[in-house]
């Protein structure tokens, strides 16, 4: 993978979150990959760690193995046309932008080419992503290597494409969902007596843990939960309160929510 060329169009906090993370876990060369952006100065961090870096996003595409689609969604007709001409069918095009189709995206670039969506967290920076992929147009060789990229940083697995919409929801709002929960705890644990910093560690600590006991043992989460619930406890009592207070259902109603912003943009 190192000898293959990257280039990442959009070099915003995905973007550059990818490319980080490629080069903190050897996966990537930083001169092997190219990363663009309007404002090049913004991108100093990683001119600094060897990575191109330019505002030409028709130059980066130019000769690149794989190419990274990590602009907004509604910038990527206008990025596909400056880049049209730089694009072979030998390109595996990467595309990270929400709801638009890999069918989509193929119809703009005018070829017939492998093209895969991918739906990575902010955590890819520090290789604990989980990525959703699917493919369109792919060999098993493509799909292998995009897959096995994306492993290096985190968890990464194929999925239909009718279903990114969904893993956007659960995986990448999702790792905002789970801060959020941080950040309750923390604030929580202020109210019982401790320092801001010190909740904050042990209320992240604590969700680490408890992803590693799903991750590691592979059981259901109610299993974990019945080892620490006993009968008149303070834990049942908790958890309790928090289900009549709409902790489920409005977790439950705020991925619905997201998913119904994608699907209709309402």
Known sequence: MKEKSIAIIGGGNLGTAIARGLIAEGVATPSNMTITRRRVSLLKELSEMGVNTTDDNALAARDADILILGVKPF????????????????????????GVSAEKIQEMCGLQLPVFRAMPNTA????????????????????????????????????PEELMSSATVLAACGIAYALRYIRASTQGGVEIGFGSNLALQIAAQTVKGAAELLI???????????????????TISGLNEMEHQGFSSSLIKGLLTSYNKIENGK
């Open 75 to 98: 910038q990527l007709e206008k990025v596909i046309s400056e880049i049209k001409s730089s694009i072979t069918e030998n390109t595996i095009i990467v595309s990270v932008a929400t």
């Open 124 to 159: 890819i920076e520090i290789g604990e992503s989980m990525t959703c992929v699917s493919s369109l147009n792919a060999t098993e060789k493509q799909e292998s290597d995009v897959v096995e990229l994306f492993s290096h940083l985190g968890k990464a697995i194929i999925i």
């Open 216 to 234: 590691q043992k592979g059981n259901h989460p109610e299993d974990e939960i019945d080892k620490v619930t006993t009968p008149w406890g303070v």
